[in-house]
């Protein structure tokens, strides 16, 4: 007898915090500036130096927990994690253990299928380690390397971790949250949470499990996974080897893995029984940290409407998937301007997802200049073109609504010629009777008169 699997995966994601300075010092934060030019005694640990916390990295971490449904810890500790490393050169790295600052919350990402709802465990704050580039070598890895080099800069970056509960069940509901996470870190203006530059990573920890089996079986960590189509493949390969592993009826310990995109496959890192113990302990260095509740609310009230409401919302307009990519990639605000104007929603999100470099402010200028010269159809029709090539008002504006009276005026008369009953109709006090005589004349000029200017005219020829 087969059994049927699923997937339960859980993520811990790192956010690189949008701050000037560093977390624990004043050394400048500066993507891309040459190596080891941002070191202080501070970050580099020489005996004496001691951390200030950055208070811009607090607030940020509050917001994103306000965000996420989180609860504001009134009294957050930071721990020294112990362990040892060449890119940590105090030996240990202060994060928040047993006291994060931001407790359990809760994130719907709503589908068409219900809200998928993602529990958040926990988000806290804490400082990244340095750069290790390993140089020689064939892989890119420590082992087999020639040698290795540390760029400090990157040595006491501000990092949130955001922890979630084991509650998402495959590789595309996985990609969903994080990149829904990703817009929502990346709105609120507390981090670029730019994966290609490495301000935004994930560890995802995957397990499988027989449907309805209760309980966990030991999942596998990929670590440090820093692009979206990786971590689903990633996900993928785990699921699939797990599966498989089971089926031949082998038992599976907990360890990390890394996953190598070109043959598809994971290597394991290291299994549980070579874990560190990071003998965690309060850093005696600094104070905890307990916001005062007129801070969280202020922080409350800087949090606008999130992406998730706005995938509800715009969801009614053009679906649960368009509104989902619109809203992911950041693109609503366009679709929504552009629907403002008069665009169909459909048509305005396709603008907004294709026509990046377009917009916002000159789609919205085009939409007007078209909607005060052309008819309805031809503003439609140019809009819904527009998602495969870049539109110009010159090509719709042949289109012009024809609202010069010498020229429609012979087409109202050949349709007041040709309806006499309807005329009379009208005449006798039916007055309902004009919209058939506006729709006749629209139909003569092949769609392209006035219809405001028809009407008044019609009204001005019909007065008895
Ligand atoms: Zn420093």
Same mark, same amino acid.
């Given at each position: 007898?087969?059994?049927?699997y699923?997937?339960?995966?859980?993520?811990?994601?790192?956010?690189?915090?949008?701050? %000037?300075?560093?977390?624990f010092?004043?050394?400048?934060?500066?993507?891309?500036?040459?190596?080891? /030019?941002?070191?202080?005694?501070?970050?580099?640990?020489?005996?004496?130096?001691?951390?200030?916390?950055?208070? %811009?990295?607090?607030?940020? =971490?509050?917001?994103?927990? $306000?965000?996420?449904?989180?609860?504001?810890?009134?009294?957050?500790? +930071?721990?020294?994690?112990?362990?040892?490393?060449?890119?940590?050169?105090?030996?240990?790295?202060?994060?928040q253990?047993?006291?994060?600052?931001?407790?359990?919350?809760?994130?719907?990402?709503?589908?068409?299928? #219900?809200?998928?709802?993602?529990?958040?465990?926990?988000?806290?704050?804490?400082?990244?380690?340095?750069?290790?580039?390993?140089a020689?070598?064939?892989?890119?890895?420590?082992?087999g390397?020639?040698?290795?080099?540390?760029? +400090?800069?990157? #040595?006491?970056?501000?990092?949130? !971790?955001?922890?979630?509960?084991?509650?998402? %069940? @495959?590789?595309?509901?996985?990609?969903?949250? $994080?990149? $829904?996470?990703?817009?929502?870190?990346?709105?609120? #203006?507390v981090?670029? *949470?730019? &994966?290609?530059?490495? /301000?935004?990573?994930?560890?995802?920890?995957? @397990?499988?499990?027989?449907?309805? !089996?209760?309980?966990?079986r030991?999942?596998?960590?990929?670590?440090?996974?820093? @692009?979206? =189509?990786?971590?689903?493949r990633?996900?993928?390969?785990?699921?699939?080897?797990?599966?498989?592993?089971?089926e031949?009826?082998? /038992?599976?310990?907990?360890?990390?893995?890394?996953?190598?995109?070109?043959t598809?496959?994971?290597?394991?890192?290291? @299994?549980?029984?070579?874990?560190?113990?990071?003998r965690y302990?309060?850093?005696?260095?600094?104070?905890?940290?307990?916001?005062?509740? !007129?801070?969280?609310?202020?922080?409350?009230a800087?949090?606008?409407?999130?992406?998730a409401?706005?995938?509800?919302?715009i969801?009614?307009?053009?679906?649960?998937?368009?509104?989902?990519?619109?809203?992911?990639?950041?693109?609503?605000?366009?679709?929504?301007?552009?629907?403002?104007?008069?665009?169909?929603?459909?048509?305005?999100?396709?603008?907004? &997802?294709?026509?990046?470099?377009?917009?916002?402010?000159? *789609?919205?200028?085009?939409?007007?200049?078209?909607?005060?010269?052309?008819?309805?159809?031809?503003l439609?029709?140019? +809009?819904a073109?527009?998602?495969? %090539?870049?539109?110009?008002?010159?090509?719709?504006l042949?289109?012009?609504?024809?609202?010069?009276?010498?020229?429609?005026?012979? *087409?109202?008369?050949?349709?007041?010629?040709?309806?006499?009953?309807?005329?009379?109709?009208?005449?006798?006090?039916? !007055?309902?009777?004009?919209?058939? $005589?506006?729709?006749?004349?629209?139909?003569? /000029?092949? #769609?392209?008169?006035?219809?405001?200017v028809?009407?008044?005219?019609?009204?001005?020829k019909?007065?008895?």
């Amino acid at each position: 007898m087969s059994v049927e699997y699923e997937a339960v995966i859980g993520l811990e994601v790192h956010a690189h915090l949008k701050t %000037r300075t560093k977390m624990f010092c004043r050394c400048a934060l500066e993507y891309g500036a040459p190596e080891n /030019t941002h070191t202080c005694p501070v970050c580099l640990a020489h005996p004496g130096a001691l951390p200030v916390p950055n208070e %811009r990295a607090i607030e940020h =971490t509050i917001k994103l927990g $306000l965000a996420l449904g989180c609860e504001i810890s009134e009294h957050a500790v +930071f721990a020294r994690k112990n362990y040892f490393y060449p890119d940590l050169p105090k030996g240990y790295q202060i994060s928040q253990y047993e006291a994060p600052l931001c407790g359990r919350g809760v994130v719907a990402v709503p589908t068409a299928d #219900g809200d998928e709802v993602v529990g958040i465990t926990r988000a806290h704050l804490e400082e990244d380690a340095a750069k290790t580039v390993h140089a020689g070598g064939a892989t890119g890895r420590s082992v087999g390397a020639d040698y290795s080099l540390v760029d +400090f800069n990157r #040595g006491g970056t501000p990092l949130l !971790e955001i922890v979630t509960e084991p509650d998402l %069940r @495959s590789a595309e509901q996985a990609d969903r949250f $994080l990149r $829904l996470l990703r817009q929502t870190i990346v709105e609120l #203006g507390v981090s670029d *949470a730019e &994966m290609e530059k490495g /301000t935004l990573r994930a560890d995802v920890n995957v @397990s499988v499990r027989a449907h309805g !089996e209760q309980g966990f079986r030991p999942r596998w960590e990929l670590k440090n996974m820093n @692009s979206f =189509t990786f971590i689903r493949r990633g996900i993928e390969a785990a699921v699939r080897e797990q599966v498989a592993a089971y089926e031949r009826g082998e /038992t599976l310990v907990q360890s990390t893995y890394d996953y190598d995109p070109d043959t598809d496959r994971l290597t394991v890192h290291r @299994s549980k029984e070579e874990a560190d113990d990071y003998r965690y302990f309060p850093e005696p260095d600094l104070v905890p940290v307990e916001p005062p509740p !007129e801070l969280v609310e202020r922080l409350r009230a800087q949090i606008g409407d999130l992406p998730a409401a706005r995938i509800a919302r715009i969801a009614a307009e053009v679906g649960h998937e368009l509104a989902y990519e619109l809203v992911a990639t950041g693109n609503d605000a366009r679709a929504a301007l552009l629907a403002g104007e008069g665009v169909e929603w459909r048509a305005a999100a396709n603008v907004a &997802m294709n026509q990046a470099p377009f917009l916002p402010e000159n *789609a919205a200028a085009l939409a007007q200049i078209l909607r005060a010269n052309v008819t309805r159809d031809a503003l439609q029709a140019s +809009f819904a073109a527009a998602a495969t %090539r870049v539109i110009s008002a010159d090509d719709y504006l042949g289109q012009t609504a024809v609202s010069d009276e010498s020229a429609l005026e012979p *087409a109202i008369d050949a349709v007041l010629a040709g309806n006499p009953q309807q005329v009379e109709t009208y005449r006798g006090g039916k !007055e309902g009777v004009l919209g058939f $005589l506006v729709g006749q004349v629209m139909k003569e /000029t092949g #769609g392209k008169a006035d219809p405001k200017v028809v009407n008044r005219l019609l009204r001005e020829k019909l007065r008895p």
